[in-house]
């Protein structure tokens, strides 16, 4: 076999390759039997019809289309691995030559990664908003706290604003009452915005036993985006009365003897979130920074792709667990199809970007993924989604999803490299000593990436 290598541009090549006769003959034999094994012919058991009467009764022509159909993907594999091609996707095949007894040849058109020279990134600098936790910040912490350790007692006069009222409701559009339309006993807190627009104004002045119509937009179920006329009756008001803040309500909500040690671990929280969001704006940035710095060609149907599976994974996940089609969605978001479009686009071409640059990092810095690391990751991406590890894992494994695992943990390395190099100052003008985290910044990366990985692993 003979194969040649044509670029014709920087993300996609032409493979030409000619294959000597006598280097189909493994696949030849194997059509004779695969085709033994399909027909009959009187005379002749099962299997063992000869070669040349398969060749009288259904002609050599079905024999070389099975014998090449088989061969092709060998022959492709092998020029791809002689010119050490990193291919994306599948080819585009082109057989220009079939002569029996002598030759085939065929062309071969396939997306490749495109050459990658990264820069020095050691200077890189970006600015991060600075961990600062004030008074108030641990005040409304507390607070959302003593909110959580409310109690409530019914009440007999109308219902006001923070008031918790139990309410049956009915909900009929174009006069017919919807088959899921219909609640009864539900808890509600007036001015919490839970339910329904509109629901608040209804129900504020009302004592048990009265009932109000308003007309609203259905956020769920059946009828999701339509206008309803919703009746509600108040069963029953309740009053919420919010414990003492002192160190009582300490021993009560937390594990401290003391309101001061409660407000200090507050603070503490604080800032641990405070600096993990730190983290995270810094590697964002950073990763900004990069990109910037790097010439990356995209390939076109792999751009196609990943906008396609963007917009499925929206319309047909996100969106239809809430009841919303594309067009009510870009109504909420007050967004143009075209604004859309494009802010997807944009999306998906740095997803796939991000991939490109820190996968060579990896290669260029020599980062490899043990087993302790990718170990953790699953572990948070299985908490993330809901699973427990053992089911993550065997469901990694089925799916054949672990080198996407053990990519993903890698590229967080090496944009932790990226970020440890890198100075990272805070609004104060302070330089920040960021952790290494490279789960975290694994993290960043798959939120930028999405599912441009599984179409370039593949």
Same mark, same amino acid.
């Given at each position: 076999?003979?194969?040649?290598?044509?670029?014709?541009?920087?993300?996609?090549?032409?493979?030409?390759?000619?294959?000597?006769?006598? =280097?189909?003959?493994?696949?030849?034999?194997?059509?004779?039997?695969?085709?033994?094994?399909?027909?009959?012919?009187?005379?002749?058991?099962?299997?063992?019809?000869?070669?040349?009467?398969?060749?009288?009764?259904?002609?050599?022509? @079905?024999?070389?289309?099975?014998?090449?159909?088989?061969?092709?993907?060998?022959?492709?594999?092998?020029?791809?691995?002689?010119?050490?091609?990193?291919?994306?996707?599948? +080819?585009?095949?082109?057989?220009? =030559?079939?002569?029996?007894?002598?030759?085939?040849?065929?062309?071969?058109?396939?997306?490749?990664?495109? %050459?990658?020279?990264?820069?020095?990134?050691?200077?890189?600098?970006?600015?991060?908003?600075?961990?600062?936790?004030?008074?108030?910040?641990?005040?409304?912490?507390?607070? *959302?706290?003593?909110?959580?350790?409310?109690?409530?007692?019914?009440?007999?006069?109308?219902?006001?604003?923070?008031?918790?009222?139990?309410?049956?409701?009915?909900?009929?559009?174009?006069?017919?009452?919807?088959?899921?339309?219909? @609640?009864?006993?539900?808890?509600?807190?007036?001015?919490?915005?839970?339910?329904?627009?509109?629901?608040?104004?209804?129900?504020?002045?009302?004592?048990?036993?009265?009932?109000?119509?308003?007309?609203?937009?259905?956020?769920?179920?059946?009828?999701?985006? $339509? *206008?309803?006329?919703?009746?509600?009756?108040? %069963?029953?008001?309740?009053?919420?009365?919010? +414990?003492?803040?002192?160190?009582?309500?300490?021993?009560?909500?937390?594990?401290?003897? %003391?309101?001061?040690?409660?407000?200090?671990?507050?603070?503490?929280?604080?800032?641990?979130?405070?600096?993990?969001?730190?983290?995270?704006?810094?590697?964002?940035?950073?990763?900004?920074?990069?990109?910037?710095?790097?010439?990356?060609?995209? +390939?076109?149907?792999?751009?196609?792709?990943?906008? =396609?599976?963007?917009?499925?994974?929206?319309?047909?996940?996100?969106?239809?667990?809430?009841?919303?089609?594309?067009?009510?969605?870009?109504?909420? $978001?007050?967004?143009?199809?075209?604004?859309?479009?494009?802010?997807?686009?944009?999306?998906?071409?740095?997803?796939?970007?991000?991939?490109?640059?820190?996968?060579?990092?990896?290669?260029?810095?020599?980062?490899?993924?043990?087993?302790?690391?990718?170990?953790?990751?699953?572990?948070?991406?299985?908490?993330?989604?809901?699973?427990? +590890?053992? $089911?993550?894992?065997?469901?990694?494994?089925?799916?054949?999803?672990?080198?996407?695992?053990?990519?993903?943990?890698?590229?967080?390395?090496?944009?932790?490299?990226?970020?440890?190099?890198?100075?990272?100052?805070?609004?104060?003008?302070?330089?920040?000593?960021?952790?290494?985290?490279?789960? *975290?910044?694994?993290?960043?990366?798959?939120?930028?990436?999405?599912?441009?990985?599984?179409?370039?692993?593949?």
């Amino acid at each position: 076999m003979k194969s040649a290598v044509e670029t014709l541009n920087p993300t996609r090549v032409r493979l030409t390759v000619e294959v000597p006769f006598e =280097e189909l003959k493994d696949s030849l034999d194997a059509a004779y039997k695969k085709i033994n094994q399909q027909v009959t012919v009187k005379g002749f058991r099962k299997g063992k019809i000869p070669a040349r009467v398969i060749d009288q009764r259904f002609g050599r022509g @079905a024999v070389l289309e099975e014998a090449v159909n088989d061969a092709l993907p060998k022959f492709y594999t092998e020029a791809v691995n002689e010119a050490e091609l990193n291919v994306l996707g599948q +080819p585009e095949v082109d057989i220009t =030559e079939l002569k029996d007894n002598e030759t085939l040849n065929f062309t071969a058109e396939v997306d490749v990664r495109p %050459t990658i020279e990264i820069p020095d990134y050691s200077g890189i600098e970006v600015e991060v908003d600075a961990v600062e936790v004030s008074d108030e910040d641990v005040d409304k912490a507390v607070e *959302e706290l003593r909110e959580r350790f409310a109690s409530t007692s019914p009440v007999e006069r109308a219902a006001e604003d923070g008031d918790v009222v139990t309410i049956d409701l009915e909900a009929k559009v174009e006069g017919e009452v919807l088959e899921d339309g219909v @609640a009864s006993g539900v808890s509600y807190t007036i001015g919490s915005g839970e339910l329904l627009e509109g629901i608040d104004d209804a129900v504020k002045g009302l004592e048990a036993g009265g009932e109000a119509t308003f007309t609203s937009e259905l956020k769920g179920g059946s009828a999701a985006g $339509q *206008e309803a006329e919703v009746t509600v009756k108040v %069963t029953q008001v309740a009053a919420r009365e919010l +414990p003492s803040l002192d160190d009582d309500f300490a021993q009560l909500a937390s594990e401290f003897d %003391t309101l001061d040690e409660l407000k200090a671990d507050s603070r503490k929280r604080l800032e641990n979130m405070k600096q993990y969001d730190q983290a995270t704006q810094a590697q964002e940035r950073v990763l900004e920074k990069l990109l910037e710095l790097v010439e990356v060609p995209v +390939p076109e149907k792999l751009l196609a792709d990943e906008i =396609e599976t963007r917009k499925h994974n929206l319309v047909n996940h996100q969106l239809g667990q809430m009841g919303l089609d594309l067009a009510k969605y870009l109504e909420i $978001q007050g967004k143009t199809e075209e604004e859309f479009d494009a802010e997807t686009k944009d999306q998906a071409e740095k997803g796939i970007k991000t991939q490109f640059v820190l996968d060579e990092l990896v290669n260029k810095e020599k980062l490899n993924v043990n087993q302790e690391e990718l170990t953790e990751h699953l572990m948070r991406r299985a908490q993330s989604s809901g699973m427990s +590890p053992d $089911q993550f894992a065997q469901a990694v494994v089925e799916g054949g999803q672990v080198p996407m695992l053990v990519g993903e943990v890698a590229r967080g390395k090496a944009l932790a490299v990226v970020v440890e190099a890198a100075t990272v100052k805070d609004t104060n003008g302070e330089v920040v000593d960021l952790d290494d985290d490279e789960d *975290e910044t694994a993290e960043t990366v798959e939120a930028t990436s999405d599912s441009a990985e599984e179409k370039t692993e593949a």
